[in-house]
T-cell receptor, first 118, second 110 residues
Framework: DTGVSQDPRHKITKRGQNVTFRCDPISEHNRLYWYRQTLGQGPEFLTYFQNEAQLEKSRLLSDRFSAERPKGSFSTLEIQRTEQGDSAMYLC????????????????FGPGTRLLVL | SQQGEEDPQALSIQEGENATMNCSYKTSINNLQWYRQNSGRGLVHLILIRSNEREKHSGRLRVTLDTSKKSSSLLITASRAADTASYFCAPLGSQGNLIFGKGTKLSVKP
């Protein structure tokens, strides 16, 4: 297995356009997370899925953002009507659920999608 | 906020020296994870330490956790130029997400 992959790696778009990013987690990882990172800051949580269910959403995830994980495998993050403030690195991570208790395990990150909104 | 806050913000050392980075957080945690990030790249997981553990080792890395003081530290021994990166601690938040601070920027000079 090659780890978490993200596509595209870079995206340049004009303000007002819609963009969609894809994340393929490590196979058999039940949990999938989206984070956003701006320059000089640490990543900030956006949302996470357990299988196909979206269980948590940050207040950072405005109405213009939507995420899906339709079959509990890959996930997409769409940003509608992009704004210059959306420029950032979008990171995806996945983790397994260990044991019967659903314990929280290591989150493995992908390389990220760098978005630039002009 | 449960934000992990790293200290110092920047650290510059010579190759072969040890580097110590500290992290504080604000509420109770399930676990705490340390990550490394090279400039403009994704995060690489270093160590996960659970709330019932006090110390963990992995190669040249040593992590401690003091839940009474809500703090953790990362020690890198015998540093190398390749260790130059930003290091983040990330306590696990109540929503199941990692809470990152701004990180410590480590520079190891050959």
């Amino acid at each position: 297995d090659t780890g978490v992959s993200q596509d595209p790696r870079h995206k340049i778009t004009k303000r007002g356009q819609n963009v969609t990013f894809r994340c393929d987690p490590i196979s058999e990882h039940n949990r999938l997370y989206w984070y956003r990172q701006t320059l000089g800051q640490g990543p900030e949580f956006l949302t996470y899925f357990q299988n196909e269910a979206q269980l948590e959403k940050s207040r950072l995830l405005s109405d213009r953002f939507s995420a899906e994980r339709p079959k509990g495998s890959f996930s997409t993050l769409e940003i509608q009507r992009t704004e210059q403030g959306d420029s950032a690195m979008y990171l995806c991570a996945s983790s397994p659920i260990a044991g019967g208790g659903g314990s929280w395990e290591t989150q493995y990150f992908g390389p990220g999608t760098r978005l630039l909104v002009l | 906020s449960q934000q992990g806050e790293e200290d110092p913000q920047a650290l510059s050392i010579q190759e072969g020296e040890n580097a110590t980075m500290n992290c504080s957080y604000k509420t109770s945690i399930n676990n705490l994870q340390w990550y490394r990030q090279n400039s403009g790249r994704g995060l690489v997981h270093l160590i996960l330490i659970r709330s019932n553990e006090r110390e963990k080792h992995s190669g040249r890395l040593r992590v401690t956790l003091d839940t009474s003081k809500k703090s953790s530290s990362l020690l890198i021994t015998a540093s190398r130029a390749a260790d130059t990166a930003s290091y983040f601690c990330a306590p696990l938040g109540s929503q199941g997400n990692l809470i990152f601070g701004k990180g410590t920027k480590l520079s190891v000079k050959p």
